[in-house]
T-cell receptor
Framework: SAVISQKPSRDICQRGTSLTIQCQVD?????MFWYRQQPGQSLTLIAT?????????ESGFVIDKFPISRPNLTFSTLTVSNMSPEDSSIYLC???????????FGPGTRLTVT | GQNIDQPTEMTATEGAIVQINCTYQ??????LFWYQQHAGEAPTFLSY????GLEEKGRFSSFLSRSKGYSYLLLKELQMKDSASYLC?????????FGTGTRLQVFP
C-alpha cells in the first residue's frame, strides 16, 4: 500500500494565522482525502482532492477556510486559514487502499491554536 | 442522513474475547471497514466486509449483516497492545464515513 508522509508533524499557531499542511505519497493516486480528528473524536472528511480539478468539500467545510491544492498525482496541500482555537485538531491526509474503497492514512499533523 | 454508532468505551481482560458492535444507516453502501487507532497515531486498516458473514483474520474477525445495518469486530486472546480505539467506517460511493469510535482498554 502507498506510503504517505505529512509535514509538519505538529505545530502551535496563533489565532488569526494560517498553516499549510503538505501531503506526499510515494505512488500516483487519483484521489486524495483530507480528514480532521478533533480531540477525543472520530474522523470527519473535510474534502476530496482530485488532480486537475477543484476539491469537493463536505458539508460544514468551505474553500475559503480550507483551501486545497492538488498540483500532481503524488502531492496535495491543505491550508487552515484564519485559525481559531476550535481548529485545534489532527489533520490527516489519506489515499485509497487497494481499490476496496478503504483508506490508507498519513501520520497526521497535530495542530494547536492558541 | 448518515449515522454510524458504536459504544464509546469498553474494557476487557488480557486473554479474553471482546466484541465491538457497529450499527449504521447510510444513503449508500459499498463496504464496511474496521480500523485500529492507537493514541497519537494514524488509523490502520484491520478488516473489510462487503458481503454478509464472517471474515476471519488471525485473532481478529469481522461480521456483517447488510439487512440489519450491523457489523461487529471480534478480538480474541486479547493482549495489552490491543488497547486502542476501534473505528467502524462505511464506504459510500467514493467516500468513507467513520463512526464515533470505541475506545478499548485491556487490563492485565
Amino acid at each position: 500500500s502507498a506510503v504517505i508522509s505529512q509535514k509538519p508533524s505538529r505545530d502551535i499557531c496563533q489565532r488569526g494565522t494560517s498553516l499549510t499542511i503538505q501531503c506526499q505519497v510515494d505512488s500516483q493516486v487519483t484521489m486524495m482525502f483530507w480528514y480532521r480528528q478533533q480531540p477525543g473524536q472520530s474522523l470527519t472528511l473535510i474534502a476530496t482532492a482530485n488532480q486537475g480539478s477543484e476539491a469537493t468539500y463536505e458539508s460544514g467545510f468551505v474553500i475559503d477556510k480550507f483551501p486545497i491544492s492538488r498540483p500532481n498525482l503524488t502531492f496535495s496541500t491543505l491550508t487552515v486559514s484564519n485559525m481559531s482555537p476550535e481548529d485545534s485538531s489532527i489533520y490527516l491526509c489519506s489515499v485509497e487502499l487497494g481499490g476496496l474503497g478503504g483508506r490508507n492514512f498519513g501520520p497526521g499533523t497535530r495542530l494547536t491554536v492558541t | 442522513g448518515q449515522n454510524i454508532d458504536q459504544p464509546t468505551e469498553m474494557t476487557a481482560t488480557e486473554g479474553a474475547i471482546v466484541q465491538i458492535n457497529c450499527t449504521y444507516q447510510t444513503s449508500g453502501f459499498n463496504g464496511l471497514f474496521w480500523y485500529q487507532q492507537h493514541a497519537g497515531e494514524a488509523p490502520t486498516f484491520l478488516s473489510y466486509n462487503v458481503l454478509d458473514g464472517l471474515e476471519e483474520k488471525g485473532r481478529f474477525s469481522s461480521f456483517l449483516s447488510r439487512s440489519k445495518g450491523y457489523s461487529y469486530l471480534l478480538l480474541k486472546e486479547l493482549q495489552m497492545k490491543d488497547s486502542a480505539s476501534y473505528l467502524c467506517a462505511v464506504g459510500n460511493t467514493d467516500k468513507l464515513i467513520f463512526g464515533t469510535g470505541t475506545r478499548l482498554q485491556v487490563f492485565p
